[in-house]
């Protein structure tokens, strides 16, 4: 089992980078592709970004490509989303998540029942 905890939210304006990082639990954290997903007031959760095991791959909504980066470190059992020109749209609760399946294809690890384990998720409000 994995347990995954979020943290780097907050309140931030327009145009500025955050760093959203989540920390996993256990010795298996290599085994797993790693995804964000947001969910805005009112709205479905959405897929955000995803990585593979190595790190070699990564896959992006067209909401966020050029604008956020996923990347993740195996030896610290961390994932970070790197987040750049933030826009008001982007207020969401940001959950981070863990999937077990192997993936054959592309894209890969878009859609959230894929994923077998979540955080809580880190809130972001981004004003304009």
């Known amino acids: 089992q994995v347990q995954l905890v979020e943290s780097g939210g907050g309140l931030v304006q327009a145009g500025v980078s955050l760093i959203l990082s989540c920390a996993a639990s256990g010795r298996t954290f290599s085994t797993y592709a790693m995804g964000w997903f947001r969910q805005a007031p009112g709205k479905e959760r959405e897929f955000v970004a995803a990585?593979?095991?190595?790190?070699?791959?990564?896959y992006y909504a067209d909401s966020v490509k050029g604008r956020f980066t996923i990347s993740r470190d195996n030896a610290k059992n961390t994932v970070s989303l790197q987040m750049n020109s933030l826009k008001a749209e982007d207020t969401a609760v940001y959950y981070c998540a863990a999937a077990g399946n192997y993936c054959v294809g592309s894209p890969c690890y878009t859609n959230s029942y894929e994923y077998d384990y979540w955080g809580q998720g880190t809130s972001l409000t981004v004003s304009s």
């Open positions: 990585i593979n095991r190595s790190g070699g791959s990564t």
